[in-house]
């Protein structure tokens, strides 16, 4: 096996197991989410939901790329 199809199975293998990992946080702060607001199943919860999440991700993200930067 070529030394490029190995880095290609690896990158493969990575991206799934962390692909795993998303799904298995999101069922978890689903299940949070649902445990704070018992009636989350309505669309407006739904979307509270989503607007919490990324709003989360963007602070992330941003805390992420500054430490990058401060690399640099």
Do not use: C, Y
Not at 4 to 24: C, D, R, S
Not at 40 to 68: H, N, Q
Request: charged share 15%.
């Amino acid at each position: 096996m070529g030394k490029k199809m190995l880095e290609q199975i690896i990158t493969l293998f990575t991206a799934a197991i962390g692909v795993m990992a998303a799904l298995a946080w999101n069922d978890a702060v689903q299940a949070l989410f649902n445990s704070l607001f018992p009636h989350g199943e309505g669309v407006k919860e739904r979307f509270m939901f989503a607007i919490l999440i990324t709003s989360i991700a963007v602070l992330l993200t941003t805390i992420f790329a500054s430490f990058i930067e401060d690399d640099k």
